[in-house]
Nanobody, 122 residues
Framework: QVQLVESGGGLVQAGDSLKLSCVVSGGTFSDYTMGWFRQAPGKGREFVGA????????YYEDSVLGRFTISRDNAKNTVYLQMNSLKPEDTAVYYC???????????????WGQGTQVTVSS
């Protein structure tokens, strides 16, 4: 059974940086396209970005482009979300997602972690 565990969330101030991690177990990590999503209070789950299995391509939602960077270490079965210049509107629970194809990630199917809370104060 594939399991995803996110970590690294916390309370930071606007303008700070934070790096989230997501460790995958129970599957072949290098087979998966990995995605990050977030869900703010009272809102639906929002796609943040994704990275191909090889790490050769990444995609980002417009509001985080230039501030967030997704990377992966296939040797450690881990995907990262580096968040810089954080804003209060980035406050959300952040989830990672593993899909066999990029479409699975974009559509939010595949495997999910339990989420990690990120709170950005102004």
């Amino acid at each position: 059974q594939v399991q995803l565990v996110e970590s690294g969330g916390g309370l930071v101030q606007a303008g700070d940086s934070l790096k989230l991690s997501c460790v995958v177990s129970g599957g072949t990590f290098s087979d998966y396209t990995m995605g990050w999503f977030r869900q703010a209070p009272g809102k639906g789950r929002e796609f943040v970005g994704a990275i191909y299995w090889s790490g050769s391509s990444t995609y980002y939602e417009d509001s985080v482009l230039g501030r967030f960077t997704i990377s992966r270490d296939n040797a450690k079965n881990t995907v990262y979300l580096q968040m810089n210049s954080l804003k209060p509107e980035d406050t959300a629970v952040y989830y990672c997602n593993a899909g066999q194809t990029p479409l699975e990630v974009v559509h939010g199917t595949g495997y999910w972690g339990q989420g990690t809370q990120v709170t950005v104060s102004s």
